[in-house]
């Protein structure tokens, strides 16, 4: 009997210049395909820089943050960003930007900005937790 796993996922590498970023998205799409399901991901401490909408790869490279945008929108679960990570890194929504008086923002939709209380909130709902680095 197969049972169907909820899996909530921490990314912590940045979308560029190591693995892990990369592999945690190959390992969602792989845990969809196998009839699983991801309850949320969690961008973390380098993580935040998936969520950049000014990321702008060479033609050929893969957009990973365009990546992980379709398929949680395709999926329907969240993707939830460090906020503390993010105002450290230069990843701010509109509200941010409005509220430190910065004349721009950058956060990339379906990507929210969040606390690690949804975390901890995602782990709740999840069977298993996956962290890469």
């Not at 979308?15 to 969690?42: D, E, K, R």
């Not at 365009?66 to 990570?85: G, I, R, T």
Request: charged residues 15%.
């Amino acid at each position: 009997m197969n049972k169907r796993l909820k899996f909530a996922v921490v990314v912590s590498g940045a979308p560029y210049g190591a693995q892990g970023a990369s592999s945690a998205y190959q390992f969602c799409c792989a845990t969809l395909q196998a009839g699983h399901n991801i309850v949320g991901v969690f961008f973390y401490q380098e993580g935040v820089l998936n969520a950049s909408q000014l990321v702008s790869p060479a033609s050929d490279e893969i957009n990973l943050p365009d990546f992980w945008a379709k398929l949680a929108l395709q999926y329907q679960f969240p993707l939830e960003v460090c906020v503390s990570a993010s105002l450290r890194r230069g990843i701010v929504n509109e509200l941010e930007a409005k509220q430190l008086a910065l004349s721009q923002f950058n956060l990339k939709a379906p990507f929210v900005l969040s606390g690690l209380g949804q975390l901890a909130e995602l782990s709740a709902k999840a069977d298993r937790l996956v962290q890469f680095l």
